[in-house]
Protein backbone atom coordinates (compact mmCIF):
# COMPACT_ATOMS: atom_id res chain seq x y z
CA UNK A 1 0.00 0.00 0.00
CA UNK A 2 1.62 3.17 -0.90
CA UNK A 3 2.50 5.18 1.31
CA UNK A 4 0.39 8.53 1.84
CA UNK A 5 2.41 12.07 1.70
CA UNK A 6 0.76 14.46 4.08
CA UNK A 7 1.65 17.77 3.30
CA UNK A 8 1.76 20.24 6.08
CA UNK A 9 0.86 24.04 5.48
CA UNK A 10 3.76 26.14 5.92
CA UNK A 11 2.64 29.21 8.30
CA UNK A 12 4.07 32.36 6.68
CA UNK A 13 3.75 35.05 9.14
CA UNK A 14 2.10 38.21 8.66
CA UNK A 15 3.91 40.64 6.99
CA UNK A 16 4.32 43.83 9.65
CA UNK A 17 4.21 47.56 8.51
CA UNK A 18 7.46 49.36 9.22
CA UNK A 19 7.13 51.24 12.14
CA UNK A 20 5.77 54.82 11.76
CA UNK A 21 8.12 57.51 12.48
CA UNK A 22 7.26 58.95 16.28
CA UNK A 23 8.70 62.64 15.03
CA UNK A 24 7.62 62.50 11.38
CA UNK A 25 8.94 66.09 10.91
CA UNK A 26 12.39 65.58 11.62
CA UNK A 27 14.36 64.59 8.15
CA UNK A 28 18.17 63.87 8.83
CA UNK A 29 19.78 65.23 6.03
CA UNK A 30 23.03 63.60 4.87
CA UNK A 31 25.15 67.15 6.42
CA UNK A 32 23.36 66.10 10.20
CA UNK A 33 21.17 68.84 10.28
CA UNK A 34 17.47 68.44 11.04
CA UNK A 35 14.93 69.73 8.42
CA UNK A 36 12.98 71.83 11.12
CA UNK A 37 15.74 74.24 11.90
CA UNK A 38 14.88 75.50 8.27
CA UNK A 39 11.66 75.99 8.53
CA UNK A 40 12.06 78.05 11.93
CA UNK A 41 14.98 80.36 10.03
CA UNK A 42 12.58 81.15 7.42
CA UNK A 43 10.07 82.06 10.14
CA UNK A 44 12.28 84.13 12.00
CA UNK A 45 13.71 85.87 8.64
CA UNK A 46 9.48 86.42 7.82
CA UNK A 47 9.10 88.44 11.17
CA UNK A 48 12.04 89.88 11.09
CA UNK A 49 11.47 91.57 7.41
CA UNK A 50 7.99 92.57 8.92
CA UNK A 51 9.52 94.68 12.06
CA UNK A 52 11.53 96.41 10.10
CA UNK A 53 8.64 97.20 7.13
CA UNK A 54 6.62 98.18 9.79
CA UNK A 55 9.58 100.36 11.22
CA UNK A 56 9.89 102.24 7.89
CA UNK A 57 6.17 103.12 7.50
CA UNK A 58 6.10 104.16 10.88
CA UNK A 59 9.25 106.04 9.88
CA UNK A 60 8.11 107.51 7.09
CA UNK A 61 4.72 108.98 8.73
CA UNK A 62 6.20 110.16 11.36
CA UNK A 63 8.33 112.21 8.95
CA UNK A 64 5.08 113.37 6.69
CA UNK A 65 3.11 114.50 10.25
CA UNK A 66 6.46 116.24 11.14
CA UNK A 67 6.82 117.98 7.64
CA UNK A 68 2.74 119.37 7.46
CA UNK A 69 3.22 120.63 10.84
CA UNK A 70 6.11 122.36 9.60
CA UNK A 71 4.39 123.62 6.58
CA UNK A 72 1.33 124.22 8.43
CA UNK A 73 2.80 126.79 11.65
CA UNK A 74 6.16 127.25 9.93
CA UNK A 75 7.97 127.72 13.35
CA UNK A 76 10.43 129.95 14.00
CA UNK A 77 12.64 130.96 17.18
CA UNK A 78 12.00 133.80 19.43
CA UNK A 79 14.55 136.46 19.00
CA UNK A 80 15.74 138.33 22.07
CA UNK A 81 17.68 141.73 22.90
CA UNK A 82 19.26 143.45 25.43
CA UNK A 83 18.20 147.25 25.64
CA UNK A 84 20.01 148.88 28.60
CA UNK A 85 22.27 147.27 31.96
CA UNK A 86 22.22 149.03 34.79
CA UNK A 87 25.02 148.36 37.66
CA UNK A 88 22.94 149.05 41.20
CA UNK A 89 25.66 147.84 43.66
CA UNK A 90 29.14 146.85 43.03
CA UNK A 91 30.83 146.90 46.49
CA UNK A 92 33.42 144.91 47.69
CA UNK A 93 32.89 143.82 51.47
CA UNK A 94 35.23 143.82 54.26
CA UNK A 95 35.84 139.82 53.95
CA UNK A 96 37.34 140.81 50.24
CA UNK A 97 34.40 139.31 48.08
CA UNK A 98 32.71 141.21 45.56
CA UNK A 99 28.84 141.77 45.38
CA UNK A 100 27.44 142.85 42.36
CA UNK A 101 24.12 143.82 40.96
CA UNK A 102 22.97 144.16 37.59
CA UNK A 103 19.38 145.53 36.74
CA UNK A 104 18.73 144.52 32.78
CA UNK A 105 16.02 144.86 30.30
CA UNK A 106 15.48 142.62 27.61
CA UNK A 107 13.04 142.03 25.14
CA UNK A 108 11.47 139.13 24.34
CA UNK A 109 9.62 138.97 20.97
CA UNK A 110 8.01 135.46 19.21
CA UNK A 111 7.19 135.97 15.70
CA UNK A 112 5.18 133.34 15.20
CA UNK A 113 1.89 133.59 13.92
CA UNK A 114 0.68 130.60 15.32
CA UNK A 115 2.55 129.28 17.74
CA UNK A 116 2.71 130.42 22.00
CA UNK A 117 5.54 129.95 24.20
CA UNK A 118 5.45 128.92 27.91
CA UNK A 119 8.18 130.27 29.42
CA UNK A 120 8.49 127.87 32.37
CA UNK A 121 10.24 127.75 36.09
CA UNK A 122 14.24 126.82 36.08
CA UNK A 123 15.59 129.26 34.01
CA UNK A 124 18.90 131.32 34.66
CA UNK A 125 20.50 134.71 33.25
CA UNK A 126 24.09 135.34 34.28
CA UNK A 127 26.69 138.05 33.09
CA UNK A 128 29.89 137.00 32.57
CA UNK A 129 32.95 139.08 32.44
CA UNK A 130 35.47 136.86 30.31
CA UNK A 131 35.55 133.43 32.35
CA UNK A 132 33.84 134.99 35.85
CA UNK A 133 30.69 134.97 36.48
CA UNK A 134 29.68 138.07 37.61
CA UNK A 135 25.67 137.65 39.03
CA UNK A 136 22.75 135.52 37.64
CA UNK A 137 19.23 135.44 37.81
CA UNK A 138 16.20 134.29 36.39
CA UNK A 139 12.94 134.93 34.44
CA UNK A 140 9.80 134.67 35.69
CA UNK A 141 7.05 132.49 34.46
CA UNK A 142 4.82 133.66 31.88
CA UNK A 143 2.91 132.85 28.45
CA UNK A 144 3.47 134.91 25.23
CA UNK A 145 1.15 134.94 22.92
CA UNK A 146 1.40 134.85 18.99
CA UNK A 147 3.20 137.75 17.28
CA UNK A 148 3.61 139.17 20.69
CA UNK A 149 6.78 140.89 22.16
CA UNK A 150 7.38 141.65 26.20
CA UNK A 151 9.65 143.51 27.78
CA UNK A 152 11.32 141.80 30.95
CA UNK A 153 13.05 143.76 33.61
CA UNK A 154 15.67 141.00 35.93
CA UNK A 155 17.21 141.98 38.70
CA UNK A 156 20.70 139.59 38.69
CA UNK A 157 22.73 139.10 41.99
CA UNK A 158 26.23 137.77 42.77
CA UNK A 159 29.06 137.82 45.11
CA UNK A 160 32.77 136.70 44.09
CA UNK A 161 35.15 135.50 46.36
CA UNK A 162 38.65 136.88 44.31
CA UNK A 163 36.73 140.72 45.07
CA UNK A 164 39.91 142.62 44.99
CA UNK A 165 41.25 140.76 42.08
CA UNK A 166 38.67 141.10 39.66
CA UNK A 167 37.59 144.88 41.14
CA UNK A 168 40.97 145.98 40.02
CA UNK A 169 40.42 144.15 36.34
CA UNK A 170 37.24 145.30 36.14
CA UNK A 171 38.40 148.88 36.90
CA UNK A 172 41.60 148.98 34.13
CA UNK A 173 39.40 147.43 31.87
CA UNK A 174 37.00 150.34 32.12
CA UNK A 175 39.73 152.71 31.26
CA UNK A 176 39.69 151.28 27.41
CA UNK A 177 36.23 152.46 27.65
CA UNK A 178 34.99 149.04 26.19
CA UNK A 179 34.05 146.25 28.35
CA UNK A 180 32.99 142.76 26.96
CA UNK A 181 30.21 141.26 29.10
CA UNK A 182 28.85 137.97 27.78
CA UNK A 183 24.83 137.55 29.34
CA UNK A 184 24.05 133.69 29.17
CA UNK A 185 20.24 132.54 28.41
CA UNK A 186 19.07 129.25 29.18
CA UNK A 187 15.24 128.88 29.18
CA UNK A 188 12.52 125.98 29.31
CA UNK A 189 10.05 126.72 27.16
CA UNK A 190 6.66 124.69 26.40
CA UNK A 191 5.64 124.93 22.78
CA UNK A 192 1.83 125.40 22.44
CA UNK A 193 0.27 124.48 18.83
CA UNK A 194 -3.72 125.52 18.63
CA UNK A 195 -4.86 123.79 21.55
CA UNK A 196 -1.73 120.81 22.20
CA UNK A 197 1.21 121.86 24.39
CA UNK A 198 4.11 120.15 23.90
CA UNK A 199 7.21 118.72 25.50
CA UNK A 200 9.76 121.06 27.22
CA UNK A 201 12.95 122.10 25.31
CA UNK A 202 15.45 124.57 26.01
CA UNK A 203 16.26 127.86 24.63
CA UNK A 204 19.74 128.59 25.50
CA UNK A 205 22.54 131.37 23.58
CA UNK A 206 24.01 134.35 24.70
CA UNK A 207 24.39 138.05 23.91
CA UNK A 208 27.67 139.01 23.54
CA UNK A 209 27.80 143.03 24.52
CA UNK A 210 30.72 145.46 24.65
CA UNK A 211 29.89 148.09 27.38
CA UNK A 212 31.32 152.15 27.78
CA UNK A 213 31.62 151.39 31.52
CA UNK A 214 30.69 149.88 35.15
CA UNK A 215 29.78 153.04 36.76
CA UNK A 216 26.80 152.40 39.80
CA UNK A 217 23.57 153.42 39.20
CA UNK A 218 23.99 154.92 35.86
CA UNK A 219 22.40 153.46 32.64
CA UNK A 220 25.29 151.71 30.88
CA UNK A 221 25.65 152.80 27.14
CA UNK A 222 25.70 149.48 25.20
CA UNK A 223 28.57 150.01 22.32
CA UNK A 224 27.90 146.44 20.39
CA UNK A 225 25.76 143.53 21.14
CA UNK A 226 25.51 140.25 19.17
CA UNK A 227 22.68 137.92 20.38
CA UNK A 228 23.15 133.82 19.13
CA UNK A 229 20.07 131.63 20.36
CA UNK A 230 19.38 127.51 19.53
CA UNK A 231 16.97 125.21 20.94
CA UNK A 232 18.10 121.69 22.73
CA UNK A 233 16.21 119.23 24.46
Same mark, same amino acid.
Given at each position: ?? /???? &?? %???? %? %????? %? ?35 ? &? ?58 ? #? &? ?17 ? =? ?8 ? =? ?7 ? #??? #? ?7 ? *??? *? ?5 ? !? ?15 ? !?? *? ?7 ? !? ?5 ? /? @? ?11 ? @???? !????
Amino acid at each position: MA /DHQR &IH %PVMI %P %PTCPP %PRDPFPSVKVDPSGHNAPVVKRTNCWCKCLCWIITTF &ILLLIIVVAALAILYLVFQPKLPKYSVDNLRITDLTLNFDLTLYTRFDVRITANNPNKKI #G &IYYEKGSRLSVWYKDTNLC =HGSIPRFYQG =HQNTTLLEV #GLT #GQNQYGTTL *LQA *LQEQQQT !GRIPLDLKIDVPVRIKL !GM *LKLMKVRIS !GSCKLIV /D @SLSTNKFISIKAS @SCNF !GVKP
